[in-house]
């Protein structure tokens, strides 16, 4: 699926701990954003990133950062973590801005 | 708030139908763009349409877009069983250079 992956797949955490989700990409792309989903709605943007270390929030980045020091890792840290947090967390990528995004299959996050 | 709202929420047909699904958003965009969520998989995209475009088609797929009305509708002819997925619409802004935003989907059911 156009080279991106995410990890881990799934993951249970306790409130109050750091976690960290990693989206790798091997398609050389520019943009990688962060999205949560909740059941039932569509995907929320937490982060996005135009560039080794260029990042911007998006709508939900309350409680969340990202870092990205090379091309093909975008990292999003919950640095303690809480039970509102617990969702399914998207990564996309795209070469350029306005165009069409590709998604990686997910992380399912739940804290307890 | 989403910028994309779907309507309806849910919707169910017999296989061979066909099935509407519509968009609305608020503020100016670039383009609007059509997505597809098999269950627990990350989105493929559909289609884009420019904001300069009035309809376009792909296949068994036919997305219209009104500007004045800040409105799209995706239609699916002659449905499949494999078609039964949530489908979401999301929209790049003119003034949000990298902020897309996704609208809370429409689930679509093809009964055999």
């Known amino acids: 699926d156009a080279g991106i992956t995410q990890s881990p797949r799934h993951k249970v955490t306790e409130t109050g701990t750091p976690v960290t989700l990693r989206c790798h990409q091997t398609e050389n792309h520019r943009y990688m954003y962060w999205y949560r989903q909740d059941p039932g709605h569509g995907l929320r943007l937490i982060h996005y990133?135009?560039?080794?270390?260029?990042?911007d929030k998006g709508e939900v980045s309350d409680g969340y950062s990202v870092s990205r020091s090379k091309t093909e890792d975008f990292l999003l840290t919950l640095e303690s973590a809480t039970s509102s947090q617990t969702s399914v967390y998207f990564c996309?990528?795209?070469?350029?801005?306005?165009?069409?995004?590709?998604f990686g299959n997910g992380t399912r996050l739940t804290v307890t | 708030s989403q910028q994309g709202e779907e309507d309806p929420q849910a919707l169910s047909i017999q296989e061979g139908e066909n099935a509407t699904m519509n968009c609305s958003y608020k503020?100016?965009?670039?383009?609007l763009q059509w997505y597809r969520q098999n269950s627990g998989r990350g989105l493929v995209h559909l289609i884009l349409?420019?904001?300069?475009?009035r309809e376009k088609h792909s296949g068994r797929l036919r997305v219209t877009l009104d500007t004045s009305k800040k409105s799209s509708s995706l239609l699916i002819t002659a449905s499949r069983a494999a078609d039964t997925a949530s489908y979401f619409c999301?929209?790049?802004?003119?003034?949000?250079?990298?902020?897309?935003?996704f609208g809370d989907g429409t689930t679509l059911t093809v009964k055999p």
């Open positions: 503020t100016s965009i670039n383009n």
């Open positions: 999301a929209t790049w802004g003119s003034t949000n250079a990298g902020k897309s935003t």
């Open positions: 996309a990528i795209t070469g350029q801005d306005n165009s069409p995004l590709h």
């Open positions: 349409i420019r904001s300069n475009e």
């Open positions: 990133s135009y560039g080794v270390k260029d990042t």
